[in-house]
Nanobody, 124 residues
Framework: QVMLVESGGGLVQDGSSLRLSCAASGHSLRAYAIGWFRQIPGNERVFVATINWDGLVSVSADFAEGRFTVSGDSAKNTVYLQIHSLKPEDTAVYYC?????????????????WGRGTQVTVSG
């Protein structure tokens, strides 16, 4: 069982930055990689980025390259998603999720555990 809690969302202005956090707890955490997804109401969850706990493997979606940075602190069991130059189209609920390492990283079906999400709203 893995539990995930996101934080750091909020209402921000166009062009600002945010750092989202995903605090993980539970058993065998190192057997899981952490992914970030985002979802707009009425749309499917979209892959943003993923990272392994050793930090050696991190992947970002094409749209996230350059503005989104995923990182982790294994001592704190926390994964971060730093977002720079926020745009109104980044408005969404951001979720972190855990998948067994080795599964395909961008598919929501690969993830066994999900947090409740944190809302990010960017005003133009």
């Amino acid at each position: 069982q893995v539990m995930l809690v996101e934080s750091g969302g909020g209402l921000v202005q166009d062009g600002s930055s945010l750092r989202l956090s995903c605090a993980a707890s539970g058993h065998s955490l190192r057997a899981y990689a952490i992914g970030w997804f985002r979802q707009i109401p009425g749309n499917e969850r979209v892959f943003v980025a993923t990272i392994n706990w050793d930090g050696l493997v991190s992947v970002s979606a094409d749209f996230a390259e350059g503005r989104f940075t995923v990182s982790g602190d294994s001592a704190k069991n926390t994964v971060y998603l730093q977002i720079h130059s926020l745009k109104p189209e980044d408005t969404a609920v951001y979720y972190c999720a855990a998948r067994p390492t080795g599964r395909e990283y961008s598919d929501v079906r690969s993830y066994d555990y999900w947090g409740r999400g944190t809302q990010v709203t960017v005003s133009g």
